[in-house]
């Protein structure tokens, strides 16, 4: 999830109004989510069969191994989606009754919610709020048979809450992401931001929810040095572009880049830098 996020795509939907039915089996390259709204149906995946009924929903996620039938006349409205954004999207379609072998496609197959860590999503589908499920669902269908930009644009939004709703329904996101590896990818900017700002290993730690400890091992693992090191190194960089780049003060860019004072600033620019502020300004400047 953390390298192809999860940015909904509808492939194809429709209403699907049929008489006693049964398709050969098949494996997915995307996903196929179904809403029962009449009828009763025998879907196998996996090898494992689900009795549905009107107000169930069914979610078949790629590679599953399934064959879908129809017990009496069925309305199924239905949606063939991808779950997560990569650039196979054009190329990637719903698979035909008895197509198996996935091998000349593996490049087109959708990671599967349930390959992530702490992520069990089942087939048959236990929302909290059906009726609200249900609503946003039918909107999305009923949005998706129109061709005009903006209801297409509809659809895709909606799609967003239904795939939200079911990860929100059958997985504790707060787990979930303390099980995630820990990434520093934010911290970058938020000490940019933040320069003049007295921050503290402490803050940074509580803001990662991690422990300092652990904090300063994650940071230094990922980004090569510790977080006081990397923050001195920011602020160092900041005060040389203020100091030949603008008219500020000495005292005013000590200000700026987060340092104590004057004495502070420029004890640590000169060990850094090798020269001390207001020399550096005007060799830069000659």
């Given at each position: 999830?953390?390298?192809?996020?999860?940015?909904?795509?509808?492939?194809?939907?429709?209403?699907?109004?049929?008489?006693?039915?049964?398709?050969?089996?098949?494996?997915?390259?995307?996903?196929?989510?179904?809403?029962?709204?009449?009828?009763?149906?025998?879907?196998?995946?996996?090898?494992?069969?689900?009795?549905?009924?009107?107000?169930?929903?069914?979610?078949?996620?790629?590679?599953?191994?399934?064959?879908l039938e129809g017990k009496t006349n069925t309305i199924t409205p239905f949606a063939h989606m991808d779950f997560f954004y990569d650039s196979f999207r054009e190329e990637r379609f719903p698979t035909r009754s008895g197509q198996i072998d996935l091998e000349p496609y593996s490049h087109l197959i959708q990671p599967r919610l349930n390959d992530f860590h702490g992520v069990t999503i089942p087939v048959r589908l236990r929302p909290?709020?059906?009726?609200?499920?249900?609503?946003?669902?039918?909107?999305?269908?009923?949005?998706?048979?129109?061709?005009?930009?903006?209801?297409?644009?509809?659809?895709?939004?909606?799609?967003?809450?239904?795939?939200?709703?079911?990860?929100?329904?059958?997985?504790?996101?707060?787990?979930?992401?303390?099980?995630?590896?820990?990434?520093?990818?934010?911290?970058?900017?938020?000490?940019?931001?933040?320069?003049?700002?007295?921050?503290?290993?402490?803050?940074?730690?509580?803001?990662?929810?991690?422990?300092?400890?652990?904090?300063?091992?994650?940071?230094?693992?990922?980004?090569?040095?510790?977080?006081?090191?990397?923050?001195?190194?920011?602020?160092?960089?900041?005060?040389?572009?203020?100091?030949?780049?603008?008219?500020?003060?000495?005292?005013?860019?000590?200000?700026?880049?987060?340092?104590?004072?004057?004495?502070?600033?420029?004890?640590?620019?000169?060990?850094?830098?090798?020269?001390?502020?207001?020399?550096?300004?005007?060799?830069?400047?000659?």
């Open positions: 999830m953390e390298k192809q996020p999860i940015v909904p795509y509808i492939r194809e939907s429709d209403y699907a109004v049929r008489k006693p039915w049964l398709s050969a089996e098949r494996r997915l390259l995307d996903y196929l989510l179904v809403y029962f709204q009449e009828g009763e149906c025998v879907f196998q995946v996996d090898g494992i069969p689900y009795e549905f009924r009107r107000g169930d929903f069914c979610l078949i996620q790629p590679k599953s191994l399934n064959v909290k709020h059906p009726i609200a499920l249900r609503d946003k669902f039918l909107a999305m269908v009923e949005c998706w048979q129109h061709r005009d930009p903006l209801m297409q644009l509809r659809a895709q939004s909606l799609g967003t809450e239904v795939i939200l709703t079911i990860l929100e329904d059958h997985t504790d996101l707060k787990q979930t992401e303390k099980a995630a590896p820990q990434r520093m990818n934010w911290i970058t900017s938020f000490l940019s931001l933040n320069l003049a700002e007295p921050l503290t290993v402490s803050e940074m730690a509580a803001r990662a929810s991690l422990s300092p400890s652990r904090f300063s091992a994650k940071f230094k693992e990922q980004l090569g040095v510790s977080p006081h090191r990397y923050l001195l190194q920011l602020r160092i960089h900041h005060a040389q572009e203020l100091l030949t780049g603008s008219d500020n003060t000495i005292e005013e860019i000590a200000a700026y880049c987060g340092f104590a004072d004057v004495h502070h600033f420029t004890k640590a620019f000169k060990k850094e830098v090798g020269d001390a502020p207001g020399h550096y300004r005007s060799k830069r400047n000659s």
